[in-house]
């Protein structure tokens, strides 16, 4: 689904990324691990095309995506959500929602006015996909409530949700744990389990929670100073020497 081919992202003197090389297979959870200072989310901003690789080539299936910027990867399905959820506080849960679709015909003035009986059948099938996604994620009850007033984990499901507005075909995520309390971290470790297993969805998972990423991830690729350490199962990393030396050994 997605293939990181020796990517570097260099700035001034110092090399974030160096060399990193891995893929993402379909229908698959892969978990992507290392210390602080790794080189993790400079690659994934890198995939979602938020910087620019100094070299090496990132293809989405086989179309050459390296460079795009984010709206473009948007489109193509490629999406992220952030260690700090980005919602938009004075909208409500539902709305952070409809406003997901790319190319609404309601945001064209000229249509609004002369196609306004399609502009609503779209909204009104937007609001039912939305309300699809809220049950999903048991965000229901908080349909109609500014997302400003969520709690940290009710945020990381909605930008979960979000996500899934457009049908993805690739889903990373950043630190999905961080900030969450242990029930909301089942629930939301149970959805990531769900959307995989029952819609096939892919995922590119960021987090320190090594007990939450062996439960979640097929495969985990551990990262230390910009390169990548060592790949398999969480059984074979943590019985890798290096990557007890450069990580396990020290958490």
């Given at each position: 689904?997605?293939?990181?081919?020796?990517?570097?992202?260099?700035?001034?003197?110092?090399?974030?990324?160096?060399?990193?090389?891995?893929?993402?297979?379909?229908?698959?959870?892969?978990?992507?691990?290392g210390p602080n200072g790794a080189?993790?989310?400079?690659?994934?901003?890198?995939?979602?095309?938020?910087?620019?690789?100094?070299?090496?080539?990132?293809?989405l299936k086989d179309q050459d995506?390296?460079?795009?910027?984010?709206?473009?990867?948007?489109?193509?399905?490629?999406?992220?959500?952030?260690?700090?959820?980005?919602?938009?506080?004075?909208?409500?849960?539902?709305?952070?929602?409809?406003?997901?679709?790319?190319?609404?015909?309601?945001?064209?003035?000229?249509?609004?006015?002369?196609?306004?009986?399609?502009?609503?059948?779209?909204?009104?099938?937007?609001?039912?996909?939305?309300?699809?996604?809220?049950?999903?994620?048991?965000?229901?009850?908080?349909?109609?409530?500014?997302?400003?007033?969520?709690?940290?984990?009710?945020?990381?499901?909605?930008?979960?949700?979000?996500?899934?507005?457009?049908?993805?075909?690739?889903?990373?995520?950043?630190?999905?744990?961080?900030?969450?309390?242990?029930?909301?971290?089942?629930?939301?470790?149970?959805?990531?389990?769900?959307?995989?297993?029952?819609?096939?969805?892919?995922?590119?998972?960021?987090?320190?929670?090594?007990?939450?990423?062996?439960?979640?991830?097929?495969?985990?690729?551990?990262?230390?100073?910009?390169?990548?350490?060592?790949?398999?199962?969480?059984?074979?990393?943590?019985q890798n020497t290096e990557v007890?030396?450069?990580?396990?050994?020290?958490?």
């Amino acid at each position: 689904m997605l293939t990181i081919d020796n990517v570097s992202k260099q700035f001034a003197g110092v090399r974030a990324v160096d060399g990193c090389s891995f893929q993402v297979e379909p229908a698959r959870i892969t978990g992507l691990i290392g210390p602080n200072g790794a080189g993790k989310t400079t690659l994934f901003n890198m995939i979602a095309g938020f910087i620019k690789p100094t070299t090496g080539r990132i293809a989405l299936k086989d179309q050459d995506v390296t460079g795009l910027p984010p709206h473009q990867l948007f489109k193509l399905g490629v999406v992220r959500t952030f260690q700090i959820p980005r919602e938009f506080g004075r909208m409500t849960v539902l709305e952070n929602l409809m406003i997901v679709p790319p190319q609404q015909l309601g945001e064209n003035l000229i249509a609004s006015w002369l196609r306004w009986r399609k502009v609503l059948a779209e909204e009104d099938n937007i609001r039912r996909k939305a309300d699809e996604v809220l049950d999903y994620l048991n965000l229901t009850h908080v349909r109609n409530d500014l997302a400003q007033g969520l709690s940290g984990g009710q945020k990381k499901l909605l930008e979960l949700g979000r996500t899934l507005m457009i049908d993805p075909e690739v889903i990373l995520l950043d630190e999905p744990g961080a900030g969450v309390n242990k029930t909301l971290l089942r629930e939301l470790s149970d959805i990531i389990e769900r959307l995989n297993q029952e819609r096939g969805c892919t995922f590119c998972i960021i987090d320190h929670d090594l007990e939450l990423m062996d439960r979640l991830c097929d495969r985990i690729v551990v990262m230390a100073q910009g390169k990548v350490l060592a790949e398999g199962t969480m059984a074979t990393v943590r019985q890798n020497t290096e990557v007890q030396a450069a990580y396990l050994g020290n958490v």
